[in-house]
């Protein structure tokens, strides 16, 4: 079955010329909006696998809509595609719980691999915001957490984690562990609870800055 995707993005020139783009390589746009406050209530009802999000939109920002979705609809994927490069503007989106974040100067290619990826719940960074997130790992002094207590990670838990640091996506770390996609899915979700962050990437945070890998 085809990606169903929302994009959400206050330029209507960017959305016109984006959607027969997605469409072409069998992506279902399923809507569209303009500001945060009209995507959130069409998300919620038409629930699709994967949100294109602009960071920067008028009223609600995108940062703020997705830490909202999270909430709302946390099975929805959130990507953020933008033209901000800024430091802070991709540890926001990190943290709001965004499982990718993508330049709109983003290859065709590039763009349907990452909502493929969003869709298997996996994550889709450019290299630049990848390298801001690995940077910031020792400045996250007040990630979300349960509290001072080590995790209770099982070893296979520790596993997957450590493979999720190296980037591997479930797939490859079915393939090493000798488990299947499945298997990995239900570790990585344990693990995320466990360590209270909303999405992979803030576990590989987490997991280098506690030295829990």
Known sequence: ????????DDHLLFRTGLRPLLEENGVEVVGEAADAE????????????????DSSL????????????????????????????DNQTVVDAVRAGAGGYLLKD???EQLIGAIHAAARG???????????????????PDLPDAG???????WRELEVLALVVEGKENSEIGQELSISAQTVKHHIS?????????????????ALSRGLV
């Open 190 to 206: 344990s693990i995320l609870a466990k360590l209270n962050v909303p999405n992979r990437t803030l576990a590989a945070v987490k």
């Open 122 to 140: 996996e994550p889709s960074f450019s290299a630049d915001a990848t390298a801001v997130v690995l940077d910031r790992v020792r400045s996250f």
């Open 58 to 85: 008028p009223g609600m920002s995108g940062v703020e809509a997705t830490r909202q979705l999270t909430v709302l609809a946390p099975e929805v994927r959130i990507l953020i595609l933008t033209v901000a490069t």
């Open 1 to 8: 079955m085809a990606v169903r995707v929302f994009i959400v």
């Open 38 to 53: 009209q995507a959130v209530g069409q998300i919620v009802r038409l629930h699709p696998d994967v949100v294109l999000m």
């Open 148 to 154: 001072d207590a080590e995790p209770n990670l099982s």
């Open 106 to 108: 983003t290859p065709t």
